[in-house]
Nanobody
Framework: VQLQASGGGLVQAGGSLRLSCTAS????????VGWYRQAPGKQRELVAH???????FYDDSVKGRFTVSRDNAKFTVYLQMNSLIPEDTGVYYC?????????????????WGQGTLVTVSS
């Protein structure tokens, strides 16, 4: 199983980006997925999360500006980021709990994507 994060780039303050996190491999189901941000010189922090029932969580710093959603048929979770500010700059990682279809059994495991860089200029 692999997670592929994409959609990062350079954007001016006030702009928007949509990140995607796609799981591939022998997947039975993707459960909870979190988006994490690691700003330069800082620890990685959780900014948004969505669970299998579409219950969402947002860090206070992104509430009202970011929206997390999922397309279960595509094993993909999105992070729509609007009204971006320079403080949103960082590498964004997705992490997912995945139920893996191993043929004779199904087991769950946690995976991380490789990260995608978001740079917001002032």
């Amino acid at each position: 199983v692999q997670l592929q994060a994409s959609g990062g780039g350079l954007v001016q303050a006030g702009g928007s980006l949509r990140l995607s996190c796609t799981a591939s491999g022998s997947i039975f189901r993707v459960n909870g997925v979190g988006w994490y941000r690691q700003a330069p010189g800082k620890q990685r922090e959780l900014v948004a999360h969505i669970n299998i029932d579409d219950f969402t969580f947002y860090d206070d710093s992104v509430k009202g500006r970011f929206t997390v959603s999922r397309d279960n048929a595509k094993f993909t979770v999105y992070l729509q980021m609007n009204s971006l500010i320079p403080e949103d700059t960082g590498v964004y990682y997705c992490a997912a709990n995945v139920e893996v279809d191993a043929g004779t059994k199904i087991y769950d495991a946690n995976y991380w994507g490789q990260g995608t860089l978001v740079t917001v200029s002032s």
